[in-house]
């Protein structure tokens, strides 16, 4: 019922910026949490960022002032600002969304909590 497409990967030099975007279609972007995963060759899915169903923001802490999740409802989309981007940011970026209503005001960085998946977006950041 719910889609999310992410875009916006690509291949960037360190110290970059780079802004990943997730446009859902289906039901009202409104009632769901949003979170971003990543996952890096060889390596676990791991939690990058999330935003509650009202837009409480959280973070890793290894992208803690780095990073700034945002999301635009009547627009539909949710998006994820990459600033400074380092080689260990280089990872496949996920796009993942939940309506459990405990996502009122919080959210998690546990992919098992999500229900809807993106296709996931290349991210390179090399010299």
């Known amino acids: 019922q719910l889609q999310l497409v992410e875009s916006g990967g690509g291949l960037v030099q360190p110290g970059g910026s780079l802004r990943l975007s997730c446009a859902s279609s289906g039901f009202d972007l409104d009632v769901y949490a949003i979170a971003w995963f990543r996952q890096a060759p060889g390596k676990e899915r791991e939690g990058v960022s999330c935003i509650s169903i009202n837009g409480s923001t959280f973070y890793a802490d290894s992208v803690q002032g780095r990073f700034i999740i945002s999301r635009d409802n009547t627009k539909k989309t949710a998006s994820l600002q990459m600033n400074n981007l380092k080689p260990e940011d280089t990872a496949d970026y996920y796009c993942?969304?939940?309506?459990?209503?405990?996502?009122?005001?919080?959210?998690?960085?546990?992919?098992?909590?999500?229900?809807?998946w993106g296709q996931g977006t290349q991210v390179t950041v090399s010299s």
């Open positions: 993942a969304a939940d309506r459990d209503p405990k996502f009122q005001a919080m959210c998690v960085m546990t992919d098992d909590e999500y229900v809807y």
